[in-house]
């Protein structure tokens, strides 16, 4: 019987990701028709953009619609995880994200947004962080800091899967590990219909992905990166509360924040080092500007698909060694996290100088 039902769950799951999969493969075809019909292209003029040509940003749209048919269609249900307060959610951002797309929002509109959508997952939806397991000596929190800090978390997940969405196929690729990554604990905590939520995800992103891969054909916009944002929260925030409580023992359950930092720490890390940096310079931390790792990366000489790939590697290490080193303590294995991370910038710094010298050097001595 036992046999039985995970060869059940196998296929059950195994559909879900193809289904979606073939829903956004279905989807951005038309979707490109349209922009191009439309003239709906993104701003090539701005100075953040890495690509010559205009290319639609509506992915998210695909990304979206796959998502929420899959969840609907599948009947994926839980008590755990109110479903309609988590589509309602997303209906909200996809709204937000595509006015971004077509003509843009203003900053505060859009951090009013998802205030609200962060409060209605927490509050009515009950959908937070009670317990910090031990990280600076703090264990189970009151209601009203559980409610502030896992608003704070969602909002600052949210932004940062936007903002880590400047190259081709990186918010995407970081969506697929973190979501793929979740579903598998799940899986291993028998939690199969949050799986699925997470599965459903992964299949709408790797469909999207498929016309996002250098050259890309298409971006996800606002609309897209949102929408992973706000689902990778969720679902994080589900893995650490349900640790609490689970009866499977292993050795991942005891380390749930520090695995999740290790899950988001490509987003996470960047978001926060960019915004330190704006307002040590005494710039507003929502100015736009080139200074994320992405960008630093491209400084190199590295391609898009490289630099993905490099951020792929660093996320994938930093989930195995959590893994590895689950004996330690959560507060120490976060610190070693952000080592790694500050290392890694260290040395994208290291070789930007010395590129940076290289080139002076030569240009002294053609003068």
């Known amino acids: 019987m036992l046999e039985f039902l995970r060869s059940y769950h196998f296929v059950y799951n195994v559909l879900i990701v193809v289904f979606a999969t073939l829903v956004t493969l279905l989807c951005i075809p038309s979707i490109l028709h349209v922009a191009r019909a439309r003239h709906l292209y993104d701003d090539v003029g701005h100075f953040r953009k890495q690509h010559d040509h205009g290319i639609p940003r509506l992915g998210g749209v695909a990304i979206f619609v796959s998502f929420t048919i899959t969840v609907l269609l599948f009947s994926i249900i839980d008590k755990s995880l ?55 000596d703090i264990a189970a929190l009151p209601y009203i800091p559980s409610v502030i800090l896992s608003i704070l978390v969602i909002m600052l997940i949210i932004n940062s899967f936007n903002l880590i969405d400047g190259i081709d196929g990186l918010a995407a690729t970081t969506g697929i590990i973190a979501n793929s990554t979740f579903a598998a604990l799940f899986i291993y905590m028998n939690q199969y219909e949050l799986a699925a939520i997470s599965l459903a995800m992964v299949g709408a992103v790797l469909g999207f992905l498929r016309f996002n891969i250098t050259p890309a054909k298409i971006f ?28 499977v023992k292993l050795p991942f359950i005891y380390t749930a924040p520090a695995l999740i930092v290790a899950i988001l720490i490509g987003p996470v890390f960047d978001t926060l080092r960019v915004f330190t940096i704006r307002i040590l310079n005494g710039k507003s931390p929502f100015d736009a500007d080139r200074n994320h790792i992405h960008h630093r990366i491209l400084k190199i000489g590295l391609t898009h698909l490289q630099t993905t790939l490099v951020l792929a590697c660093l996320n994938l290490i930093s989930i195995l060694m959590v893994l590895t080193l689950n004996s330690l303590n959560n507060s120490l294995l976060i610190v070693l996290i952000f080592l790694l991370s500050i290392s890694f910038n260290g040395a994208i710094t290291y070789f930007i100088r010395s590129k940076k010298r290289g080139f002076l050097m030569f240009r002294n001595f053609g003068d």
């Open 82 to 136: 109110p479903i309609s307060y988590l589509l309602t959610a997303c209906i909200m951002l996809f709204a937000m994200g595509l006015k971004d797309d077509l003509s843009g929002v203003n900053s505060s509109t859009k951090f009013m947004i998802q205030f609200i959508v962060a409060a209605i997952l927490v509050i009515p939806g009950d959908i937070r962080i009670s317990s910090m397991y031990g990280v600076f």
């Open 220 to 247: 996800m916009g606002d609309t897209g990166a949102l929408l992973i944002g706000l689902v990778t929260a969720v679902m994080a925030i589900k893995f650490i509360e349900l640790s609490k409580v689970s009866t």
